[in-house]
């Protein structure tokens, strides 16, 4: 291994002209710059030492000419790719919470990229000249679409229920029912956010069984609140038995205590009709005259990630002048985004939101899709077999668990390559593709796959 004292030092390939010519044209620092060409140099080291590199290392020149090639691809290519990617969503599942939740409308797009660009009316009354309130935006869209009296948009769903309990319920007793202490996502406990808000919880019932008189029980001096949890990541099913809303908003009324529900995925379309689950819309439930609900931006809704605190104005008011509605307020672009979303929706034109237009896809529409992406393929190579079939497709986002979509999906597999190792390729292509594996193939369900991506993903696999 001798031939490693070949490998030049770093102070001397410094001075080679090659780096100086990396360095200007990429405009790193120096020792940013440094660092990397010590990793390109520790790398032909390891490799040399693992018998992996057949490069001769008493030739100088081959030698440069290998590590500033190197140390040039390193350089540009994390200069091109961000960290946060797109990628395309191949595996149906619509609210994929770790890509990102929903995607927007082309009508939110727009309007999020003209405010981006320019001063806008975030905090300005044009009317009268002077200061207004960014309170003011959405407001009336939500409630004319909600029927409820008030609205106020925070920045997502969890920082709304810590938001009201902490501004309502501080300090007071806090009713909920043990079948609601749920767990979001892993890190959203309704018990915790209530210690953090300083609201004593206070829980009813049993997990399978709770009744009205268990609520009315629990109501003392010290009551501040009495908070429903939709159940919207799970579904209990079996022995059971949950207090209809209409019960619980009779007592909440005789005893002059608020009603809080944490609605989760709060839709304003309603799916039931189209036989899609079970959701109650928000509207329903204001009509039921629930005081408080909170829902998210980016879940049903299919807009920017927001949480969305709708109910009576004068609990309303109370949030919007107390001071953690500073320490939560949205950006003009979640205000500019969902605007537009809500538009959608006061025009009565829901299909235009992504989520929306996914979930409702019509399932020809997805064999289509499936089936012009093995039409195209099948004669490709005799090593990838497509087969398209039957299938279903989940809400995702915690949202309709219960709710299976029929769907088509291509079922891949590769004679010579394990599943595992064509979903590692497919994701770290340029436009990186997410796919599920079950079984030991790679399925693609194109129902959240736009035809554009569609003739991306189709290209990919005809160079597999
Ligand atoms: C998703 C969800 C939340 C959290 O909402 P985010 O917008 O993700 O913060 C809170 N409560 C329920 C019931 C939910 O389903």
Do not use: W
């Amino acid at each position: 291994m001798k031939n490693l004292r070949y490998i030049p030092a770093i102070d001397r390939l410094q001075q080679c002209e090659a780096f100086l010519e990396i360095e200007k044209q990429s405009e790193l620092a120096r020792s940013v710059l440094t660092q990397k060409l010590q990793e390109v140099v520790n790398d032909l080291r390891e490799s040399y030492l693992r018998g992996k590199q057949k490069l001769d290392l008493t030739k100088e020149k081959e030698l440069h000419h290998y590590i500033f090639t190197e140390l040039e691809a390193k350089v540009f290519a994390s200069e091109r790719k961000n960290e946060l990617q797109p990628v395309i969503n191949a595996t149906g599942v619509v609210l994929h919470t770790n890509l990102g939740r929903a995607r927007l409308s082309n009508d939110a797009l727009d309007h999020l990229v003209q405010t981006a660009k320019s001063y806008s009316t975030l905090e300005y009354n044009l009317e009268a000249g002077e200061r207004g309130s960014r309170h003011d935006i959405v407001e009336k869209y939500l409630t004319q679409l909600t029927g409820a009296e008030a609205a106020i948009v925070v920045n997502n769903n969890a920082a709304a229920v810590y938001f009201v309990l902490k501004a309502l319920a501080e300090e007071k007793e806090v009713i909920v029912s043990r079948g609601e202490l749920v767990e979001i996502g892993g890190s959203f406990r309704i018990s915790e956010i209530m210690e953090l808000s300083n609201a004593h919880l206070v829980e009813v019932g049993t997990t399978n069984k709770t009744k009205v008189a268990d609520y009315k029980n629990a109501i003392t001096e010290e009551t501040g609140m009495i908070l429903k949890v939709h159940k919207s990541n799970f579904a209990l099913v079996g022995f059971t038995e949950e207090v209809a809303t209409e019960s619980l908003v009779k007592l909440a009324q005789e005893k002059d205590i608020p009603l809080y529900e944490d609605l989760g995925s709060g839709t304003l379309f309603d799916f039931k009709q189209e036989k899609i689950g079970q959701e109650p819309t928000v509207q329903e439930q204001v009509k039921k005259g629930i005081d408080l609900i909170s829902f998210s931006g980016d879940k049903l809704l299919g807009g920017p990630q927001a949480g969305i605190i709708v109910g009576k104005k004068s609990y309303i008011d109370r949030l919007k002048q107390h001071q953690l509605a500073r320490v939560l307020r949205v950006d003009k672009f979640t205000l500019a985004s969902l605007e537009a979303t809500l538009k959608s929706y006061m025009r009565e034109q829901v299909k235009e939101i992504p989520t929306i237009r996914d979930i409702l896809m019509p399932i020809d529409s997805i064999k289509e899709k499936a089936d012009k992406f093995t039409a195209s393929l099948r004669e490709q190579s005799d090593h990838v077999t497509y087969v398209v079939k039957k299938d279903f497709s989940m809400v995702g986002g915690g949202t309709m668990p219960e709710v299976k979509l029929p769907t088509y999906i291509v079922e891949v597999t590769h004679r010579h390559q394990t599943s595992e190792q064509i979903a590692r390729y497919l994701r770290k292509l340029e436009t990186p593709i997410i796919v599920r594996i079950k079984n030991e193939k790679i399925q693609l369900d194109f129902r959240t796959v736009t035809e554009e991506e569609l003739e991306l993903v189709m290209k990919t696999f005809e160079e597999l």
